[in-house]
Nanobody
């Protein structure tokens, strides 16, 4: 059974940092592009960041560029999202996803992704 499990969410003050992890099991994703998405209450799920199979290529939404960093450790089958300078508008449930059919990084859409985690809540207070 393929699983993606996010962790590391929580409550943080504006300007603070959080580090999210996404651990995969049931299948290796070392050849797949991986992405992070988020969904705020009442809003559609949106792309946050993507990373290629090797980690050499990354892509970010304009809203998080320069503040968030995506990385991966294929030996651990894990993807990370380091979030700095957090803003109240970053509050959302953050989801990890695997492309499943492409190894590169670009502005993924939710429809591109084959596997999803259940999400972890990030709340940024002002």
């Amino acid at each position: 059974q393929v699983q993606l499990v996010e962790s590391g969410g929580g409550l943080v003050q504006a300007g603070g940092s959080l580090s999210l992890s996404c651990a995969a099991s049931g299948r290796t994703f070392s050849a797949d592009g991986m992405g992070w998405f988020r969904q705020a209450p009442g809003k559609e799920r949106e792309f946050v960041a993507a990373i290629s199979w090797s980690g050499a290529s990354t892509y970010y939404a304009d809203s998080v560029k320069g503040r968030f960093t995506v990385s991966r450790n294929n030996a651990k089958n894990t993807v990370y999202l380091q979030m700095n300078s957090l803003k109240p508008e970053d509050t959302a449930v953050y989801y990890c996803a695997a492309h499943g059919g492409y190894s590169g990084a670009y502005a993924y859409t939710p429809r591109d992704m084959a596997y999803w985690g259940k999400g972890t809540l990030v709340t940024v207070s002002s």
